[in-house]
């Protein structure tokens, strides 16, 4: 290691000048001006004799990277020479991530290993020196080997020449931390057949890979549990006094160890700060990367900064405008949305980022910025960019969304009831799901529901009213199919306020209509009625026959399960309405509820007419998921009028084919009627337990609390008295 006190890694010259001329120390040059001598430590001449040792000491326990460390060793250890040569190895990852600490704990185990010795170059402090970090560089080692100041060439290319012909012969360990790029490097690769040369990088230094066969070794953030023995090794008692609070702030940290050390400081140099009133100091983003520094001296911002600095001005752009971005994942369409830029000029600068170590690509496609590493973005967006920038990039981001989402639903039923007209929009974009190997809609919509419910807060947020209802109205095609009830609550609430913010009572009424949906199946009764009664003053407002009918249907919804005669009224005003506003799918959907309603008023055989007519009109107009439906209520109908067998048969057939078009929750209801049925007659217990099993599973999915019924009767079913399951 390099002594504080000394340059070039010696010992530290022992000089005191008494006036007398007496020296103490060892003295083997001397010089003397007027009456005083000087006399000071010769630098010791070059030769092979000189071990150096330079890696520094780990000063904090090591105790976690237990596989890394591992993979070090299994690549650069000793008995994994034999092809003669000069190993590199590039460790790279988020700024913080522990890059350093880990090369560190290794080179330290690996003493050994490398009987020539171990030297180390750390590029931070060199970074400044434009041109000079190099030849500085191999002036640390050169001095470390042995060779005195005096004998140093001036030139790079004769220091690299000499350092080659110094490590000949000799094996080595080189660590060089920090380096930025490439060409940092190669100058510095011994001589010696066996060495081994470490980098640690923020960078992904591809070129190493490509010229010197350098082996990738990428380090992640740590979990939950490894950030929690850093911050128990730091502060165990306050760790310990709240291990709940503990995990939330190791959480918070987001697996950087620099940040578990930095708020593990703040811990023990304030004595009445807790752990819980850290974490809950932190759980507020607007304080978090300001809560993680120690009186501006040390600071996740700044660690996060360093790898900021070294983007080029594109990508910079790029990186500080993401922070803005709302949701957590992005693909490269999204990124040129945020950038307003072309697809190839966004995938060449996310691929700087991702270079760079400040993006992550998913295993999807995707790309993800760290929690932290977001929220530095955005700081450094605050800073440098204009006021108005952010709902500007909320502002694209949300239309890009608007675009897909509605491409989406239309790809997934074109004829389907909308209020937003966005045919002028559509028009400018190509639809990406009607090429061959486009992108399946209900998937795509899958994978990006957390973000476009992001988009719809944000939005919202920045009164963005139009953009807003248009994309919960289109949004609602996902979760007509896949059925999360708090999301749908929460995004077709967004868009309700929105529509009614903007004075669109057609939008208002069928937004509100639908919230009813999610509303009633998580069992909130009075807020759907409030919801519907809202969206029938809004339909007659609003002048469209096709939604005063869509209205009405949800209305019946409503009555069916409380006054199975009302819900017979609002779905036959609905299936006129329909009817004379010339929609044949609007009639079908609305005869289908409205037979259900008949078979749960009594009228049976009324009931099976009503379902069968719907069934077969579904079935002319080529809706395979909704005629599905209808199918499964023919087979309850059967059931009613006394025919179990039938009915088993038909709702079999009416399962297979929901689960062919994944309506989930639709095939778990007839599944429940299966069950009901089978475990009436005497069935098998066995097949009762399989369908309620598989509902609960769908139910579960939806945050149905539906499930929660189902699973006690579940419970009941493997044995009445004790619930442990019977033979």
């Known amino acids: 290691m390099t002594d504080a006190g000394s340059e070039d890694g010696q010992a530290p010259h022992h000089v005191h000048n008494d006036m007398s001329g007496t020296v103490h120390g060892p003295s083997v040059q001397a010089a003397q001006i007027g009456h005083i001598t000087f006399q000071v430590a010769a630098p010791p ?32 250890g000793a008995g994994t020479d034999g092809s003669g040569i000069v190993r590199l190895g590039a460790l790279s990852g988020l700024p913080g991530v522990g890059k350093t600490a880990t090369v560190t704990r290794w080179a330290h185990d690996a003493r050994d290993q490398f ?131 503990a995990r939330a702030l190791v959480d918070l940290c987001g697996g950087l160890p620099v940040a578990v050390h930095i708020v593990a400081a703040r811990l023990i140099t304030n004595r009445r700060l807790t752990v819980a009133d850290l974490a809950g100091e932190l759980a507020d983003e607007t304080r978090r990367l300001t809560g993680m520094s120690l009186r501006g001296e040390h600071s996740v911002s700044a660690v996060l900064s360093l790898a900021y600095a070294d983007l080029p001005p594109d990508a910079a752009r790029l990186y500080r405008l993401l922070g803005w971005l709302p949701g957590r994942t992005f693909d490269t369409a999204t990124a040129a949305a945020v950038g307003v830029t072309d697809l190839e000029a966004a995938h060449s600068t996310v691929s700087a980022l991702e270079a760079a170590s400040l993006v992550e690509e998913l295993s999807d496609g995707r790309f993800r910025l760290h929690d932290l590493v977001r929220l530095h973005a955005r700081e ?34 074109e004829d389907r009831l909308r209020v937003a007209d966005v045919s002028v929009l559509l028009r400018e974009f190509s639809d990406p799901f009607g090429a061959a190997a486009g992108p399946r809609p209900l998937e795509w919509l899958a994978a990006e529901r957390t973000n476009i419910l992001a988009v719809l807060r944000e939005a919202a947020r920045g009164g963005l009213r139009t953009p807003v209802w248009q994309l919960a109205e289109a949004f609602t095609v996902y979760f007509l199919h896949s059925r999360h009830l708090a999301d749908w609550k929460e995004a077709l609430g967004l868009g309700a306020a929105a529509a009614s913010a903007a004075v669109e009572p057609a939008a208002e009424a069928r937004l509100r209509s639908l ?34 009918a869509s209205v009405q249907e949800f209305d019946g919804r409503y009555w069916d399960r409380f006054d199975p005669a009302r819900a017979v009224q609002a779905y036959q005003r609905a299936a006129d309405l ?24 009594g009228d049976h055989a009324s009931a099976l007419r009503t379902l069968r007519r719907a069934h077969d009109d579904l079935t002319r107009l080529d809706d395979p998921r909704m005629a599905a439906r209808a199918l499964a209520a023919i087979g309850a109908a059967h059931d009613r009028l006394g025919d179990p067998h039938t009915a088993l048969n038909v709702l079999e057939e009416a399962a297979r084919q929901l689960r062919e078009q994944r309506a989930t929750h639709y095939e778990a209801e007839a599944r429940i009627t299966i069950a009901d ?29 539906a499930g929660d019924a189902l699973r006690s009767r579940l419970e009941r079913l493997r044995d009445p008295d004790t619930g442990a399951g019977s033979r």
Do not use: W
């Not at 909130?524 to 609003?542: H, I, M, S, T, Y």
């Open 115 to 245: 009987p020539d010795g171990q030297l180390y170059v750390d590029f931070a402090p060199l970074r400044d020196r434009v041109g000079g970090d190099v030849s500085e560089a191999l002036g640390i080692c050169l001095r470390g080997l042995g060779v005195g100041a005096e004998h140093v060439p001036a030139s790079v290319e004769n220091r690299a020449e000499l350092f080659r012909t110094k490590t000949t012969g000799r094996r080595l360990l080189v660590v060089l931390d920090g380096v930025s790029e490439p060409g940092q490097v190669a100058p510095l690769l011994p001589g010696g057949a066996g060495s081994v040369v470490l980098v640690t990088s923020h960078k992904q230094l591809d070129d190493l890979v490509f010229r010197h066969h350098a082996e990738q070794v990428p380090l992640g953030p740590l979990d939950t549990e490894g950030g929690l023995r850093i911050l128990a090794d730091r502060c165990e008692e306050k760790a310990d006094a709240d291990p709940t609070a």
């Open 45 to 76: 001449a070059p030769g092979p004799d000189v071990r150096p040792d330079q890696v520094p000491p780990l000063t904090v326990r090591f105790i976690n990277r237990t596989a890394d460390l591992a993979r070090l060793h299994r690549s650069f």
């Open 380 to 413: 450094r967006a605050v800073a440098e960019e204009a006021p108005d920038e952010q709902r500007a990039v909320v502002e694209r981001v949300i239309t890009h969304y608007l675009v897909l989402t509605s491409f989406a639903d239309r790809a997934v039923r």
């Open 578 to 601: 329909s009817t004379a506003a010339g929609l044949p799918r609007g009639t079908a959907i609305a005869l289908l509820f409205l037979g259900r309603a008949q078979g749960a008023r």
């Open 677 to 705: 049925i089978t475990e009436r007659t005497g069935g098998s217990s066995e097949t009762v337990r399989n369908h309620l099993t598989e509902a609960i599973a769908v139910y579960d999915a939806e945050g149905n609390p």
């Open 515 to 548: 919230r009813s949906r999610p509303l009633m199946d998580l069992d909130e009764f009075d807020l759907a009625r409030a919801e519907l009664d809202k969206a029938v003053a809004c339909a007659e407002v609003g002048g469209r026959p096709d939604v005063l």
